[in-house]
T-cell receptor, first 114, second 115 residues
Framework: DQQVKQNSPSLSVQEGRISILNCDYT??????FLWYKKYPAEGPTFLIS?????DKNEDGRFTVFLNKSAKHLSLHIVPSQPGDSAVYFC?????????????FGEGTQLTVNP | NAGVMQNPRHLVRRRGQEARLRCSPM?????VYWYRQLPEEGLKFMVY????????ESGMPKERFSAEFPKEGPSILRIQQVVRGDSAAYFC?????????????FGPGTRLTVT
């Protein structure tokens, strides 16, 4: 039962353009969502997160949008840079206190072409 | 300001041997999580520990796998009698004991190869 899904295994964009990575979830108990970036042979690096009480969170070039009714979130990267090329994982957790397990999607390989 | 540390980075074991993976959380973090990533898949939760306590082990296989986080020293993920299907990247993450702190910070992982 895949509770967090990233339906696009890969995405290719031109440098300077916008990258949009999508994520869908099925578990209504999820109330906190995170995006991680992962390079080969390294651990995931935290990028940005959003609580279910918000619909948008922005941090520099990264913006996450949450549509609770559709159970959908997206990560926008603008402008995209070649160094952004990596696998991006969407993750979700349930529970109001710290210390909740993360449920991950399968990842989207982003390639930013110079 | 060291991040999450894991060792070894690479571990090769023959079928039937034991594998021990170690994780030191970030300074000031008291929550430790272990995740496993099989080839071509996302990360799957295994276990969540605090010092001397297992809080949630619902993702751990029922046999051969165990985890601990002692009062002193790193967290240990132990796999007994390894099989080829245990070959994967094992990631440790930590988070602080602060209300509302939901982000987890990951180590570089241990890549286990079972031959």
């Amino acid at each position: 039962d895949q509770q967090v899904k990233q339906n696009s295994p890969s995405l290719s964009v031109q440098e300077g353009r916008i990258s949009i990575l999508n994520c869908d979830y099925t578990n209504s108990m999820f109330d906190y969502f995170l995006w991680y970036k992962k390079y080969p042979a390294e651990g995931p690096t935290f990028l940005i997160s959003i609580s279910s009480i918000k619909d948008k969170n922005e941090d520099g070039r990264f913006t996450v949008f949450l549509n609770k009714s559709a159970k959908h979130l997206s990560l926008h990267i603008v402008p995209s840079q070649p160094g952004d090329s990596a696998v991006y994982f969407c993750a979700a957790s349930a529970g109001e206190t710290s210390g909740s397990r993360l449920t991950f999607g399968e990842g989207t390989q982003l390639t930013v072409n110079p | 300001n060291a991040g999450v540390m894991q060792n070894p980075r690479h571990l090769v074991r023959r079928r039937g041997q034991e594998a021990r993976l170690r994780c030191s959380p970030m300074k000031g973090h008291s929550h430790v999580y272990w995740y496993r990533q099989l080839p071509e898949e996302g990360l799957k939760f295994m276990v969540y520990l605090q010092k001397e306590n297992i809080i949630d082990e619902s993702g751990m296989p029922k046999e051969r796998f165990s985890a601990e986080f002692p009062k002193e020293g790193p967290s240990i993920l132990r796999i007994q009698q390894v099989v080829r299907g245990d070959s994967a990247a094992y990631f440790c993450a930590s988070s602080p004991r602060i209300a509302g702190a939901r982000e987890q910070y990951f180590g570089p992982g241990t890549r286990l190869t079972v031959t």
